[in-house]
């Protein structure tokens, strides 16, 4: 049997022996089950909330659908024409929580959720404002418990608790000269002890990962073993570390502790330095002062218009039997609102873009920030698919207004058929699919990279290991 | 079988150990006596490959330690002074491990029982866990490993210190016992009875340097702890008869 095989064999009946190994299990599991309740009752409550939103869409439609085929008459059309049809085309676009939301909520709670589309509202006022769970004062003492801290926070700390004395003890206990003292290279007898965790410490916390995952989410085979690759990938990370630090630590105390330092420097410190660097480079900009901004503007369409005549507005001969002027003076504001929201948009935008490539530069400073990264967009609850839902939201907006237009200039109202045809409909369709997992792959490259340069470090230690011996 | 040629060791301008020519035969037990700081653990780990020489070579069965420790060390069975075991696991399991890293193959129960046994390990504690033995028992597990592994040389680092008497003339029993089976050896002590009870040749050290050797044979007990003392600068006069 070779010296992996017999190493790992030896290793798996000290860790089982140890007592530490089942309780490790155990602990883990009740950490996983108690954060994807917490991530259930979340994914629970945004399930409903989306649903009653469109529900609501769905009841409004049939209102309005029962007001055309029962109330209004060729003889009253012009009194209802107007009312009716400003609010016919009442739509709604929604973010529904995906397959692994119970993850981690994520950005998903700083950005909107649901919009209300209709054409003759202006572009900034469709999105509702979402502040849920974010001022509740235990959110703010206890932090959000998901999976994502878990897993980016805790594990790292299960892991460490399970390897810190990978060779540290032997040292201590002056056994490792004779340990080192067999035929046996240092650099192969540590890598199987290391190997020897990896199997028996970090897998299982992985498999119990994906069994709750399994049984409290509905993702389907190909996300499970995403997550389970990436958080793979992070113990491992963290396994590198607790190798390392055995390479200079001469007793367990000083391995605790070198592995504690590197688990405050790489998971607490590290990101929050990131974020500072990220808001002295980039600060993001101000929500108030975007949306006061955008609000000029809708008021400025608005008074220009107010000075215009109703014949400067709408073309001559166009005459309005069904529709009201007020309706289509409506309709040309929002136009000229919408050219001035956007132009005043783009500094933000501009911002936005500039913090963006900070922030995903600076995912690259430590595994924790990339598998936070990672478990969002496995989650489908980071910032670029919230973004991308204000875009496909705003663009749904001015397809409808698009449609309602035809209808303006057809000077028609919307009729029970129309209804009964069905009106158009958001369909999120989300980043592309090649993006996300270039994204992803990035994440992954970044924890492998971190935990290749730790093992690089083990590696220039092991080239001269008569240390190991003193 | 163990040889070194002109060794040196310097920690910074403090010389552990100066040119050091050694020559241990299969079936030789070469002692080191020396005061503390004399250089006898220096040429053991120099032997094993732990430390890298200043100059001179250290060779295991013809094989240059310095450029493949490995191979070295597979000829070579090492007792420190404190044989540490994983406590968690049995004096047997404890064996198979340090065999099976040693690549010996045939490590069934049974032979790994009848080396422990031939060692002197009483059966009722081969199947305990390693954390309640005494120090005497690890020792013969080692011993047990120098068996398994049929060692060819063995390098002991103050073996017998902290045993009981009896204790330690059982691990001399042993030793003789491999030395009678072709095996060279070269061990650290400070008790000069003991090692002139069981050695072939006693090297007398001090400051690195290795003053004298001793055919064991041609010394009394007395004989040699008078010239350990001189050698050591301990005492200028001869002792009282």
Redesign the interface.
């Known amino acids: 049997m070779s010296t992996l095989l017999i190493t790992i064999r030896t290793e798996a009946r000290r860790m089982l022996r140890g007592g530490w190994l089942l309780p490790l299990w155990f602990a883990f599991f009740v950490l996983c089950a108690g954060a994807a309740w917490n991530g259930m009752a979340w994914v629970e409550g945004r399930q409903t909330a989306v649903a009653s939103i469109l529900e609501d869409e769905a009841d409004t439609h049939a209102m309005r659908r029962k007001q055309l085929a029962e109330e209004v008459t060729a003889d009253n059309r012009q009194r209802y024409g107007g009312a009716l049809y400003a609010t016919a085309f009442s739509l709604r676009a929604t973010l529904a929580p995906g397959a692994l939301a119970i993850l981690t909520v994520g950005q998903a709670e700083g950005y909107p959720m649901a919009a209300n589309i209709s054409p003759f509202a202006a572009s900034n006022t469709i999105f509702d404002q979402h502040t849920a769970g974010m001022e509740n004062p235990s959110v703010l003492a206890a932090g959000r418990f998901d999976l994502a801290f878990v897993l980016v926070w805790l594990l790292p700390l299960l892991v460490l608790a399970g390897s810190f004395d990978l060779f540290a003890t032997e040292r201590e206990r002056g056994m490792a000269p004779w340990l080192l003292s067999q035929p046996v290279s240092p650099a192969r007898l540590l890598v199987s002890k290391a190997l020897a965790r990896a199997l028996f410490l970090i897998l299982p916390l992985v498999a119990i990962l994906v069994g709750v995952l399994w049984m409290t989410s509905t993702a389907g085979p190909g996300a499970l073993l995403s997550v389970a690759g990436l958080v793979l990938l992070y113990g491992l990370f963290w396994l590198a570390l607790a190798l390392l630090v055995n390479l200079f630590a001469t007793t367990a105390a000083q391995a605790a502790l070198g592995c504690l330092a590197g688990w405050l420097a790489l998971a607490v410190l590290l990101p929050a330095l990131a974020l500072g660097v990220a808001d002295l480079a980039a600060p993001p900009s101000n929500p108030n002062e975007r949306a006061n901004a955008l609000r000029a503007e809708a008021m400025r369409a608005r008074a220009e218009m107010k000075l215009q005549p109703t014949a400067a507005v709408i073309a001559p001969g166009n005459v309005a039997p069904n529709i009201p002027d007020s309706l289509r003076r409506r309709a040309v504001e929002v136009a000229r609102a919408e050219i001035l929201i956007q132009e005043a948009l783009q500094p933000y935008r501009v911002q936005d873009r500039a913090r963006q490539a900070w922030l995903n530069a600076l995912r690259t400073a430590s595994p924790a920030i990339a598998l936070q990264d990672g478990l969002e967009r496995l989650a489908d609850a980071d910032a670029a698919r919230a973004r991308h839902f204000q875009v496909e939201a705003h663009g749904f907006l001015l397809q409808v207004r698009a449609i309602a237009n035809q209808y303006l200039a057809q000077d028609r109202l919307l009729t029970v058929a129309d209804y009964d045809r069905g009106l158009p409909r958001f369909v999120f369709r989300g980043l592309p699919a090649r993006d996300e997992l270039f994204e992803l792959l990035f994440d992954a490259a970044v924890i492998a990279f971190g935990a290749a340069l730790l093992l690089a470090f083990a590696y220039l230690r092991l080239r001269h290991p008569i240390h190991l011996t003193e | 079988m163990l040889h070194t040629q002109a060794l040196t060791k310097y920690f910074g301008a403090h010389c552990a150990l100066d040119n050091l020519d050694l020559h241990i035969a299969p079936g030789q037990i070469f002692c080191m006596l020396g005061a503390n700081g004399a250089g006898k653990t220096t040429t053991i780990?120099l032997l094993?490959g732990?430390?890298?020489p200043t100059s001179g070579q250290a060779f295991v069965d013809g094989i240059d330690v310095a450029l493949d420790p490995?191979?070295a060390?597979?000829r070579?069975?090492?007792?420190?002074e404190?044989?540490?075991?994983?406590g968690?696991?049995t004096g047997l399991?404890n064996l198979?491990?340090?065999a099976?890293?040693?690549?010996v193959p045939e490590r069934s129960q049974v032979r790994l029982r009848g080396w422990l046994e031939q060692a002197g390990m009483p059966a009722a504690a081969i199947d305990r866990?390693a954390s309640g033995y005494s120090k005497g028992m690890r020792q013969k597990v080692?011993i047990a490993l120098s068996i398994a592994r049929a060692a060819r040389a063995l390098?002991l680092d103050e073996p017998t210190s902290g045993l009981d008497p009896q204790a330690s003339a059982e691990f001399h029993r042993l030793l003789l016992c491999q030395r009678d089976a072709g095996a060279a050896v070269l061990m650290a002590t400070h008790d000069l009875f003991r090692a002139r009870e069981v050695a072939t040749t006693i090297g007398l050290m001090r400051d690195g340097r290795l003053l004298r050797t001793i055919p064991a044979g041609d010394v009394t007990a007395r004989e040699l702890e008078q010239l350990y003392l001189e050698e050591m600068a301990l005492v200028t006069n001869a002792l009282p008869a």
């Open positions: 780990k094993l732990f430390l890298t490995l191979g060390r597979q070579i069975l090492y007792l420190p404190q044989v540490a075991l994983y968690e696991l399991e198979d491990y340090f099976g890293l040693a690549g866990r080692a390098l």
